[in-house]
Structures are given as C-alpha cells and as structure tokens.
C-alpha cells in the first residue's frame, strides 16, 4: 500500500506499480494520448472545471497557441457543463480526475465504482469525451481503484514536475521556479484551473504564472502537448 501512496514521489514506486509520471513512462499503445512533439512536455491542470480559474487558463492557453490536458472532476463538470465542452472544443485533452476529490484509500470499493461510472458518464455527457487518461485525487491509488481504473482501459497518469500552486502563501515566481527549474522534453506538470479542494482563490496566481511558464518552455525549445 505504501507504493501505492508515494508513487508520485519515488519513481521506482511509479515503476513498480506501472504508473506513468512522464511522457517516456507511456508505452507505445498510450503515447498518442498525448500528441507530443520530439521535445514535448505536458501541462496538465487538476480539479476544474472552475467558473474564474479555468476561463483564465484557456485565455492564456490561447493566447500562447499551446495545449494542456485538463482533468476533470465530475461533480464540477455537472455544475458547469459548458465549461468542460469549451475545453474540449478548444483543442485539449480532457483526463478524468473522479467525480468525488476524495482520497481513494479512504473510500470503500462500492463507492470507487459508483464514482468511476459517474465521472465518465457525466463527462461524456458534457463533452462528447470518454477519457481515457486518469489521475486519481492527490495523485493516490488504493490498490482496489488502481485495479477498476485498468478494467476502463483507463491509463494512470501523475506528473514528474509541480508549481506547488495550491498552497496558500505560493506566489506567482515561486510556482514558475518550480516548475522550470530543470523541466526536461518529457516531463509532465502538475498545475490547478480551481480553488475547490485548495486554497481560496489559488487558481489567479497560477493564471498569472502560466505566462511565464509557457514563454520560457517555447524559448528552450520544449512545445506543449497537444491534444490526440
């Protein structure tokens, strides 16, 4: 179980378990899930949608000509429905993120597949979308979701690199510091569209360090995925 809990920390948990936390993680039958370039990296945001922070992302997404991958929450999506067919109209990657943000170790394995059938039923439903990525809440599998996840072709997905940028005291530089110091062709990055499971109003720092973030990626050469 305690693979299952750091994988996202220690590759060779990552390993162990077959978890993917970079591009070069994904096997050939996955790779184009992500249609990267020879120097790709993925942005990837979690917890949306939100009604401000992911309007605010697509805008500077746009703005840059890059793509994202943004894994939803069902009980968001089914709040805003239009916001997640906007997501997807424009060109990105829709993951699944559950419907419910709660750790899956805490939760029984009735209600894993309750949460499983919503999220993709709610998904599909708003975006025309059936996901085919996965990242589970704070990046933790139970082995029980692990498995469920496998048996709906789903493919496990963590990161390799974070802003840190739902923390409350974080600010813009210091989200665009983690994320680019040392950020390699392959590397994928955690960043947040909502403040729903973080703190208040962490979604505008983030915004205001996608720019950033973005304009150093394409002056090291590194393009941003793109949607399959």
Same mark, same amino acid.
């Given at each position: 179980?305690?693979?299952? *809990?750091?994988?996202?920390?220690?590759?060779?948990?990552?390993?162990?378990?077959? /978890?993917?936390?970079?591009?070069? @993680?994904?096997?050939?039958?996955? &790779?184009?899930?992500?249609?990267?370039?020879?120097?790709?990296?993925?942005?990837?945001?979690?917890?949306?949608?939100?009604? @401000?922070?992911?309007? $605010?992302?697509? +805008?500077?997404? &746009?703005?840059? +000509?890059?793509? %994202?991958?943004?894994?939803?929450?069902? +009980?968001?999506? %089914?709040?805003?429905?239009?916001? &997640?067919?906007?997501?997807?109209?424009?060109?990105?990657?829709?993951?699944?993120?559950?419907?419910?943000?709660?750790?899956?170790?805490?939760?029984?394995?009735? +209600?894993?597949?309750?949460?499983?059938?919503?999220?993709?039923? *709610?998904?599909? @439903?708003?975006?025309? *979308?059936?996901?085919?990525?996965?990242?589970?809440?704070?990046?933790?599998?139970?082995?029980?979701?692990?498995?469920?996840?496998?048996?709906?072709?789903?493919?496990? /997905?963590?990161?390799?690199?974070?802003?840190?940028?739902?923390?409350?005291?974080?600010?813009?530089?210091?989200?665009?510091?983690?994320? /680019?110091?040392?950020?390699? %062709?392959? @590397?994928?990055?955690? $960043?947040?569209?909502?403040?729903?499971?973080?703190?208040?109003?962490?979604?505008?720092?983030?915004?205001?360090? /996608?720019?950033?973030?973005?304009?150093?990626?394409?002056?090291?050469?590194?393009?941003? *995925?793109?949607? &399959?």
């Amino acid at each position: 179980m305690l693979r299952h *809990v750091f994988a996202m920390h220690v590759p060779a948990f990552a390993r162990a378990l077959g /978890l993917a936390r970079t591009l070069d @993680d994904l096997g050939p039958a996955t &790779a184009p899930l992500l249609a990267s370039g020879p120097a790709g990296v993925a942005i990837t945001f979690d917890d949306g949608p939100h009604p @401000d922070g992911t309007p $605010l992302m697509l +805008e500077v997404l &746009a703005r840059h +000509e890059a793509h %994202a991958t943004f894994f939803l929450v069902g +009980e968001q999506v %089914a709040r805003r429905p239009q916001l &997640a067919r906007r997501i997807a109209a424009e060109g990105h990657t829709i993951g699944l993120h559950g419907h419910l943000h709660r750790p899956h170790p805490t939760r029984s394995a009735s +209600e894993m597949e309750r949460d499983y059938e919503r999220a993709l039923a *709610v998904i599909a @439903d708003a975006t025309g *979308v059936a996901p085919r990525l996965h990242r589970p809440p704070f990046g933790i599998y139970s082995p029980t979701s692990l498995r469920m996840a496998r048996e709906r072709g789903l493919q496990p /997905l963590l990161w390799s690199r974070w802003g840190k940028d739902w923390r409350k005291f974080t600010t813009p530089p210091e989200i665009a510091r983690r994320v /680019l110091g040392g950020v390699a %062709a392959g @590397d994928v990055i955690l $960043l947040h569209d909502a403040d729903f499971y973080s703190a208040k109003r962490s979604h505008y720092r983030t915004a205001e360090a /996608l720019p950033e973030i973005l304009a150093k990626l394409k002056s090291g050469g590194l393009d941003t *995925v793109g949607a &399959a």
